[in-house]
């Protein structure tokens, strides 16, 4: 059952463009989303979070919107440029409970952004 | 700030052997640390969550008795894969969430290339 989804597995972008990455969620339960950017054989770069009282998040070129009733989050990289080309994975969790701070990934979606 | 880091980055084992890897958290007290693992092309798999002085929890179908996991001290948590074989070989990260602003955010490590032989 896969809780988090990031339907493109890719998305090439001209640089200097904006880049927007989706991702979807099915657990009601989660309410803090994060943003990592991944190169190969490297751990993951924390880029963005949301918290679900908000609907969005900037941070520099980055910029998170959150539609809690669609269950939908989205990354915006505005404008693109090579050196963000890598693996951008959406994380959900749930802060309450016995799941706290256990993150469940999506799976992935490779970004290009050409020269 | 927030920084993670392993040790070794990459190591080759025999089959058979144990192998362990820490976990470190540089500049602020993890009190949660997180295990993952990664399969070529596919996203991170949780393999256990670790709490510093207690049992680390594990998700279902990860065997605790190969994968063991120890978090002795704030900044510290190691995984020892016991009695390694082939299909072991993976990536492993592992991650580090702690107090103030990193407690909901996990600070994930680098990695470790682990390939048994």
């Known amino acids: 059952d896969q809780q988090v989804k990031q339907n493109s597995p890719s998305l090439s972008v001209q640089e200097g463009r904006i880049s927007i990455l989706n991702c979807d969620y099915t657990n009601s339960m989660f309410d803090y989303f994060l943003w990592y950017k991944k190169y190969p054989a490297e751990g993951p770069t924390f880029l963005i979070s949301?918290?679900?009282?908000?609907d969005k998040n900037e941070d520099g070129r980055f910029t998170v919107f959150l539609n809690k009733s669609a269950k939908h989050l989205s990354l915006h990289i505005v404008p693109s440029q090579p050196g963000d080309s890598a693996v951008y994975f959406c994380?959900?969790?749930?802060?309450?409970?016995?799941?706290?701070?256990?993150?469940?990934f999506g799976q992935g979606t490779i970004l290009t952004v050409h020269p | 700030g927030a920084v993670v880091s392993q040790h070794p980055s990459r190591v080759i084992c025999k089959s058979g052997t144990s192998v362990k890897i820490e976990c470190r958290s540089l500049d602020f007290q993890a009190t949660t640390m997180f295990w993952y693992r990664q399969f070529p092309k596919k996203s991170l798999m949780l393999m256990a969550t670790s709490n510093e002085g207690s049992k680390a929890t594990y998700e279902q179908g990860v065997e605790k008795d190969k994968f063991l996991i120890n978090h002795a001290s704030l900044t510290l948590s190691t995984l020892t894969v016991t009695s390694a074989h082939p299909e072991d070989s993976s990536f492993y990260i592992c991650s580090a969430s702690g107090t103030g602003r990193e407690t909901d955010t996990q600070y994930f490590g680098p990695g470790t290339r682990l390939t048994v032989l």
């Open positions: 994380a959900a969790s749930a802060t309450g409970g016995t799941s706290y701070g256990k993150l469940t």
């Open positions: 949301i918290s679900s009282i908000k």
